[in-house]
């Protein structure tokens, strides 16, 4: 049974007025790729703008295993309990969205779920990760509108969503396990490039001190590699427990620390319109790249070129050349 | 004085004769960016390309101060004495040829440019990135056909020149320093991401303990974030010094190491491939990124477009609609 279409004033009221059901159905619009959606929900998004913007965007990754759908529930709850309202969002291109998924999220955070303070909402099906990218950027403007005031975007962290995501937070927050000594369960190397924050979970019983350990190792990696000149921020590491609650409330006050630094010295506002600049091309980019590939004359020509320039018969450039004219703007 | 035209089977006889000139000429018409010339290099590589892929090809970058130039000149040498043929190119996005930076390189590697088994060449001056990509890239497609077996490519470091560098190459080499404790000299972080093979250069006389305790630390960061799975290769460190010539055996036979194991398991041909490929479609990318920016309808707009989404007063998505329909692709 086919609900009732809602006019753009309709969204905007039940946003305003927190209301749940509204709320989902004006992310759904924006996740939708219909045209005649995608128009509405830019007339929403227009409207929404001056109320956006104003939550902490915090990205959560993790390596298999750290327990993030745990941590996400403890830390959600703890963020609850200073007074705030959380909304929590997830990257994941590979999913395709079912019942199953929804329920997923709700039945892997229970508790965080039952809270009226909390938001929870599966990854988009956007196919690309473009289009993921671009569902769960304007998804967060429209929590910030309902009032959130912390975003947590959770990465499955699986192939680009890491950078993807890191790309649309303020502070992007690495959840992992202390290691078998030398080697920490295989955490990605490029994830320094992306932490401001390593937090070591599980920080329970008998393995603090291990955590504590790999705090230590993990510190000691990003001084090994701090960027040079003055970083805005230098990248800390700190123990967890989602278990107990240990180190939620250092871990939140690390998270503010951070936020004022960045607030003050106006790298928020500034990485924020990076960030908005960067996202505006990469959406052109990728659908000027979509336009060549399903391009007629290039699709004919493709497998072909592809092959050859695979098989080195043909040198990258003429092939380059070659789809260029297909499409009509070669030489 | 205009020199007479050289014909395609000039360029391809003085090539394979091991003609210097010839084979400076060549590149030079692989560097052009006038259509004509594009029209006869890539005529002139496609007779090449059979003689082509037969090099070492070894990517080198180095945090400043890293002694990279007197690195390459000793290491050339040592290669040259080993009985190889060894061309040295540059990546630098930010030169200007110049004769000066001519005589530069050829200056700061005195040595290695006067020795008949090697061919020094400055960087090309591409403007964009992607252009200096493509003329470094065919350039040492010229230097195999010439028969050079070990082909080094310099980067500076600057931007994504290294990004640039390891995706054309085999093997990456980050030259560094011992640093003071702490603080291994502001190295970029993402540097553990690209390199192969980390040499500690400057092992001589008091300052070979502070190399090793350096190495140490390396490979004990390359352990801490090894990458889940069976890697092909596991980053290595080692010290060496350009002065006295120490290390420089091990850091090849490392090398070779490297090069037997990635030809024995066939990730050599793969990685070239997926180079070639991604090569193709970069390039096809900038051109039709170009084609949009310098688009009539959209240079006309994009000014006002950034300034609203830098302030935030329209969102991404909408600014890149009016691009994509500026530039006819829109909906």
Redesign the interface.
């Known amino acids: 049974m086919k609900r009732p279409r809602l006019t753009t004033d309709d969204y905007i009221e039940g946003i305003r007025g927190h209301d749940r059901a509204i709320l989902g159905r004006a992310i759904t619009l924006v996740e939708s790729n219909n045209?005649e959606h995608?128009v509405q929900a830019?007339e929403l998004?227009?409207f929404l703008?001056p109320d956006?913007?104003g939550a902490h965007r915090i990205g959560i990754s993790g390596v298999p295993g750290a327990g993030k759908s745990t941590f996400i529930e403890a830390f959600g709850m703890f963020l609850i309990g200073q007074g705030h309202r959380v909304a929590v969002l997830a990257v994941d291109p590979s999913s395709t969205r079912t019942k199953g998924s929804i329920l997923g999220d709700k039945t892997r955070m229970e508790q965080l779920s039952a809270m009226d303070e909390a938001f929870i909402r599966p990854s988009p099906t956007g196919g690309s990760l473009g289009g993921v990218g671009?569902k769960t950027?304007?998804t967060i403007?429209v929590c910030e509108a309902a009032g959130f005031d912390v975003v947590l975007v959770e990465t499955v962290g699986v192939g680009q969503s890491e950078t993807l995501v890191a790309d649309m937070v303020d502070v992007f927050l690495v959840l992992v396990l202390s290691g078998a000594g030398?080697?920490?369960?295989?955490?990605?190397?490029?994830?320094?490039?992306l932490a401001d924050i390593v937090a070591v979970n599980k920080a329970d019983g008998d393995n603090i001190n291990a955590t504590e350990v790999a705090r230590a190792?993990y510190e000691r990696?990003f001084?090994?590699?701090?960027?040079?000149?003055h970083a805005p921020w230098d990248p800390r590491a700190v123990v967890c427990s989602a278990l107990t609650g240990l180190g939620l409330d250092d871990l939140w006050t690390l998270i503010e620390d951070h936020r004022r630094m960045i607030t003050s010295n106006g790298a928020l506002d500034e990485k924020?319109?990076r960030q908005?600049?960067r996202?505006?091309?990469s959406?052109?980019?990728d659908?000027?790249?979509e336009?060549?590939r399903s391009h007629p004359e290039v699709s004919f020509r493709l497998s072909g070129?592809?092959a050859e320039?695979?098989?080195?018969?043909?040198?990258?450039?003429?092939?380059?050349?070659a789809?260029?004219r297909a499409?009509g703007?070669?030489?």
């Open positions: 045209a995608r830019q998004l227009r703008l956006t913007g671009r950027r304007e403007m030398d080697e920490l369960q295989g955490i990605k190397r490029g994830i320094l490039e190792e990696a001084q090994l590699f701090r960027p040079p000149g924020r319109s908005r600049l996202w505006m091309w959406m052109v980019d659908a000027v790249m336009a060549v070129l592809q320039v695979l098989t080195g018969t043909t040198t990258a450039t003429a092939a380059a050349e789809i260029l499409f703007i070669g030489r």
